[in-house]
């Protein structure tokens, strides 16, 4: 992409020389622009072809990679492309807190090794398949309470009253706090992520809220242990001590901020699928044995998440120059949607036998609850298709699509029969 | 895949990251450990009748971590 620029005559090329050579989607595309929102995948498609790693000034400034195989080796690229910065948008420096450490800190998310890898190994058994049995029991018996809330009504809002509802849920209760913080989380997440991304003062409310929470949680539990996750994380040890408060804290941050509007998304998208798309609908309902590549497709298709990463030096890759300090959007949707590796790419195929995706990133920050959240989505679609086989897209054009970081369909209206 | 020949899978655990998606759609043939890591049940020896469930987690490891051998 940088061969074919004649730096000498081209005033864009000249003013930045590492990007593309024309002022278009190659240099100026826009994580938030509601076209981008709805459909990512043709920008993505001629990104690919014109110009694999992209870039743009908006928002600080960042690289937009969209092809599989940059995508794997780049993940790999540790620590060079260092996680410890994994939002899109930085804080600005006024509103970061430096008088603690951690304090911005969401492990084993927001760290690079050594300490990603004891914060990770600290969590991980938390989230196995069998480590998260108690959550499916709770998941299916929650699920089945949502839908007698609205199943009456022959209607609901399927991202605000079903999808949105599930992952905080499950989220609190493995947490161990009340569920009456739930409305509180959504809130929270909200404000950290989807809208506080471009206001900062919005998300640094936020974390200071999440920080504080978490902070009286873990003192309480220091003292009064319980069967939950933060006490358990309290109670693990690193080389000989127990973990900080602060990381233990940070860890517990993470829950919300990757656990919630992540898996909401992937739920809500599924559900806005096959609302708009009566053939495949039909199949799920005629052939539930199809569930299993159906909900690995789904995540392939609509993965959510795009995490961020920030060069620490200077580093060449796939003929750009990232320089240090550069913030890389880790595309993990786009890559899932590259020709190389997908059959027919756009198209959803709930049987797809070959699907090697990303949506939960790849090396060592593949994401810690992967499991859970497959879970989660598995319960609350199986759960959704045996009471509700029949629905449709009441009004498609009042549906919309959060972006950013984390992809998905906010308001779904649906109606049932 | 011939036809009678018995078949192996190999995970590799220096590529395996613990995304458990073999142990998702193959629990027959794999199982994970503490961290989510995937190992071979029964000597990665696969049934007679599940040589497709095999190809599958194949074909669906984002680590690139498991391969069929054929003896």
């Known amino acids: 992409m940088t061969d074919t620029v004649d730096r000498s005559t081209d005033p864009v090329a000249d003013a930045t020389p590492e990007r593309c050579p024309i002022h278009d989607l190659a240099s100026d595309y826009d994580m938030f622009d509601p076209d981008y929102l709805r459909d990512p995948f043709s920008a993505w498609a001629e990104l690919r072809n014109a110009c694999p790693i992209a870039h743009t000034d908006r928002y600080g400034g960042s690289w937009l990679p969209t092809r599989y195989d940059d995508l794997q080796a780049m993940a790999k690229m540790v620590p060079v492309l260092s996680s410890k910065s994994p939002i899109v948008i930085d804080m600005p420096d006024a509103l970061v807190k430096k008088d603690s450490t951690g304090y911005n800190a969401a492990s084993p998310i927001s760290a690079d090794p050594p300490e990603q890898g004891w914060t990770r190994r600290a969590l991980l058994p938390h989230f196995t398949p069998k480590g998260i049995a108690a959550e499916r029991t709770y998941s299916e018996q929650l699920c089945h309470e949502l839908i007698d809330g609205f199943i009456e009504e022959g209607k609901c809002d399927a991202a605000v009253d079903y999808a949105q509802q599930i992952p905080p849920r499950v989220i609190a209760r493995k947490l161990g706090v009340d569920e009456s913080m739930v409305d509180d989380f959504i809130e929270w997440v909200r404000g950290v992520l989807e809208l506080g991304l471009q206001q900062p003062e919005l998300r640094a409310k936020y974390r200071d809220i999440i920080r504080d929470f978490f902070a009286a949680e873990v003192a309480d539990r220091r003292q009064n242990p319980k069967d939950d996750l933060i006490t358990a994380l309290c109670q693990t040890e690193h080389e000989g001590e127990l973990l900080p408060d602060d990381v233990v804290v940070g860890m517990c941050n993470l829950q919300l901020v990757a656990g919630i509007d992540t898996t909401w998304s992937s739920i809500g998208s599924a559900l806005w699928h096959f609302a708009g798309h009566d053939d495949d609908r039909r199949r799920m309902v005629d052939q539930p044995e199809l569930w299993d590549t159906a909900i690995e497709e789904l995540l392939r298709f609509y993965a959510p998440v795009t995490m961020a990463r920030n060069a620490t030096e200077d580093v060449e890759y796939g003929g750009v120059t990232f320089k240090k300090g550069d913030k890389i959007l880790m595309n993990f949707p786009g890559a899932n949607h590259d020709p190389d590796h997908f059959e027919n790419p756009h198209e959803v195929q709930l049987d797809r036998q070959r699907n090697r995706h990303i949506a939960f990133g790849v090396g060592i920050h593949r994401c810690a609850g992967s499991n859970l959240a497959r879970m989660e989505m598995e319960v609350a679609l199986k759960t959704w298709f045996e009471r509700i086989p029949e629905f449709t897209l009441s009004d498609p054009d009042a549906v919309t699509w959060a972006g950013g970081q984390v992809r998905g369909p906010r308001i779904v209206p649906v109606t049932f029969g | ?71």
């Open chain 2, 1 to 71: 895949m011939a036809i009678g020949v018995p078949v192996r899978i190999k995970v590799d655990a220096e590529k395996c990251e613990g995304h458990s998606r073999c142990y998702a759609l193959a629990p027959e043939l794999v199982d994970v450990d503490d961290l989510g890591n995937a190992f071979e049940l029964n000597d990665g020896e696969v049934p007679e009748g599940l040589e497709d469930k095999a190809k599958l987690i194949v074909d669906n490891c984002p680590e690139y971590a498991i391969t069929i051998e054929e003896d």
